[in-house]
């Protein structure tokens, strides 16, 4: 059986150090100075909307209705599209907490929900991630060409990128 999904594996293993900083920001809390802090949830806000986030708009568009299409059923994703649900979420909170962040001095429930919000993501993420590379990507190297999978890899970097994945490179 070829690894045909390697790139998808590779992709994964590039984003793993980025969430990675979502864990070490959530331990380091309390810890580093404010400025450090702000640009912290910063860094780690934009890797979620600019790389995460359009990274699961591709596999909702293109990777899952091919695991779909290969189990007989849209629904067999929809659990990994509702963790996909819960990651934008998070981030939406993210986003109102970094403006908290900015503030002097954060309240203790403050904090709660930053860490809560940091790790919520962290663990979510991981386990996607692992979910994924367990059970979908050995069920698409088993089940498709490797002509197909250039098509799909193709068509997912075209949606991650602002397209519509209905490019043919």
């Not at 640009?39 to 779909?68: C, K, M, W």
């Not at 994924?132 to 698409?140: A, F, V």
Request: charged content about 25%; aromatic content about 4%.
């Amino acid at each position: 059986m070829s690894d045909v999904t390697q790139p998808l594996r590779d992709e994964h293993r590039e984003l793993l150090p980025h969430i990675e900083r979502l864990r070490a920001l959530a331990d380091g809390i309390g810890d580093s100075p404010r400025a450090t802090l702000q640009h912290d949830v910063d860094r780690v806000y934009e890797f979620l909307t600019h790389h995460l986030i359009p990274h699961a708009q591709a596999e909702e568009a293109v990777l899952y209705p091919a695991v779909g299409k290969i189990l007989g059923t849209p629904q067999a994703t929809a659990t990994m599209s509702r963790d996909h649900v819960e990651v934008s979420r998070l981030t939406e909170q993210l986003r109102r907490l970094r403006t908290q962040v900015r503030d002097a001095n954060l309240a203790a429930d403050q904090i709660t929900d930053l860490r809560r919000v940091l790790y919520g993501l962290y663990a979510l993420v991981k386990v996607h991630f692992a979910k994924e590379e367990e059970l979908y990507l050995p069920l698409l190297d088993a089940h498709l060409s490797e002509a197909e999978a250039h098509q799909l890899l193709h068509k997912m970097a075209d949606v991650a990128h602002g397209g519509q994945g209905h490019s043919d490179r």
